[in-house]
């Protein structure tokens, strides 16, 4: 006979059944993996910015195709582009100043360059010019000069932008040429109303000038050292000048207590 199941009384918990969990099996790393994925990750670190180099420094899209230039009045910007034309198809990373201004340097009126490159393929190429400070006349020739005196090329009225004052200079006095710059700076900053803009410097020496200017038909023998005060007496004495002489040939007020002058004329009697 077979047993009848038993009946499970109310409050009596069921048998559970469960499979016996085996325990996971320990995987070993390898050495192998161990050594190479380090050494993997470092190679690629150094390729990948190695070969974006590469690539930087052979790819014909970064060569110059474009050459802007700006800065130029006085100089040729037909010129300057005919001398930079052997730059086309020079890598732009590599290309700089060493190898621009050897082109350009031979120009009579450039000073220096600034280069600014936009990629992938335009060089921007700045021109920084000559300013001349005046016209030097020397042995019966002109030429246009610097502030510091220096000789920048034979003058051309069309290059001649603003009115230049002309400093007529004896053989050898080029280093007279500043001090007489900077009287003139000195004679504009007085301002006397009566002498209109300077015209033409003669150099007489290293601290003498004989200054020409637009309004006084005579010239003014000056030194920079008492330009201010005689400036000051000449204004003074300019009316009792033109009053008693009908033309003056020359005032010098280089001295500290007087001026002198020379009459062109005799001086006019009361009857006449």
Not at 163 to 178: C, F, K, N, Q, T
Not at 252 to 263: A, H, L, N
Request: net charge negative; aromatic share 8%; glycine share 4%.
């Amino acid at each position: 006979m077979t047993e009848a199941p038993r009946k499970r009384h109310d409050g009596e918990r069921p048998e559970l059944y469960r499979r016996r969990r085996q325990p996971l099996a320990h995987r070993r790393k390898s050495m192998f993996v161990a050594l190479v994925r380090p050494l993997l990750t470092a190679l690629m670190l150094v390729a990948t910015p190695a070969a974006a180099a590469y690539w930087a420094a052979t790819t014909p899209y970064l060569e110059i195709g474009v050459v802007e230039v700006s800065g130029t009045e006085r100089v040729s910007e037909a010129w300057v582009r005919e001398a930079l034309a052997g730059l086309h198809g020079e890598h732009i990373l590599r290309t700089g100043f060493d190898e621009v201004w050897p082109r350009l340097a031979s120009h009579e009126w450039i000073r220096d360059v600034a280069l600014r490159k936009e990629l992938p393929d335009c060089l921007h190429v700045l021109i920084e010019e000559r300013h001349p400070a005046a016209i030097l006349r020397l042995r019966g020739e002109l030429w246009f000069v610097e502030r510091d005196a220096t000789v920048i090329a034979r003058y051309d009225p069309s290059l001649e932008n603003d009115r230049l004052l002309i400093l007529d200079a004896p053989v050898g006095s080029r280093y007279e040429l500043v001090p007489a710059l900077d009287l003139a700076a000195a004679w504009r900053r007085a301002n006397p109303p009566w002498s209109g803009p300077i015209v033409e410097i003669e150099i007489v020496s290293e601290e003498d000038f004989r200054v020409h200017t637009a309004d006084l038909d005579f010239p003014v023998l000056a030194s920079p050292g008492a330009l201010e005060p005689g400036l000051e007496r000449l204004s003074w004495l300019l009316p009792e000048l033109d009053r008693r002489y009908e033309a003056i040939a020359s005032v010098d007020i280089r001295y500290s207590r007087q001026i002198v002058f020379q009459p062109a004329a005799r001086p006019q009697t009361e009857e006449g």
